[in-house]
């Protein structure tokens, strides 16, 4: 359990470094910006939405199980324990996004420039939020279309960030199983994503950089959890990829 912490809490370590440099820079959230940069953003934000979000976790689920070579039995297992993981996760967001309530960088904004005061735009329905934002914006050059659309989808509260717990979960999963096998580039690939991830969700106006470092550390959490509950269910991940497949040819010998 201690060398799986150890290593999670290096990978999460990674990936609180931009936001907590952000947060302590006192860097806030204004829109505008360059438009084709703003768009490559958003269409990585979009990798973790619904429903490319199930896509992604799917395609995760399949390239893990493929480089831990788990027998049927174990991989079935392994692929329960890693849905539980990210489940779990947005379940414990829900529940605290519904407790803390903090308005997101976008709402705030349209309090400011729009007049609309947060409480009044968080006691409507979510259909009538969304149809504010969109009258609100109507005819506005500044904040894009596609953004417009966005944070008409988007009109919930803001911490913990949600997008941030699933790709740095996956991206911990991959620090956690994938580093014993030496997947090095799996591993940086992940993290790379799931940085890029929380840096579209500040510059698309949806979350503080708070929101991004308790999501981190929400899902360092859960990941070591998950990790230990795999190897110890599933066998023991530390061993080398031929190592490991000599030992199920043995197991499998009558």
Known sequence: MRAIAKRTAVGAGLLLIMPLTVWLTGWRWEPGGNGA??????????????????????????????CLRFRLKA????FAILAAAILIGQTVKSVIKDRVQEPRPFVVWLEKTQHVPTDEFYNLKRKQRSELVKNQLAGNSEVPQWLHRHWQKETGFAFPSGHTMFAASWALLGVGLLWPRRRTFTIVLLLFWAT????????????????????TLLSWLLVTWATWLAQKLCGPLSVPVQEAEEIVERDDEP
């Open 37 to 66: 940069w703003l768009k490559a953003l958003f269409w990585l934000t979009e990798t973790v939405t619904q429903p490319w979000g199930f896509i992604t976790h799917v395609v995760l689920c399949g390239w893990f199980l493929w």
């Open 196 to 215: 890029g991830v929380m840096g579209s969700r500040l510059l698309l106006g949806m979350h503080w950089p708070r929101d991004l470092v308790f999501a």
């Open 75 to 78: 991989a079935i297992m392994l």
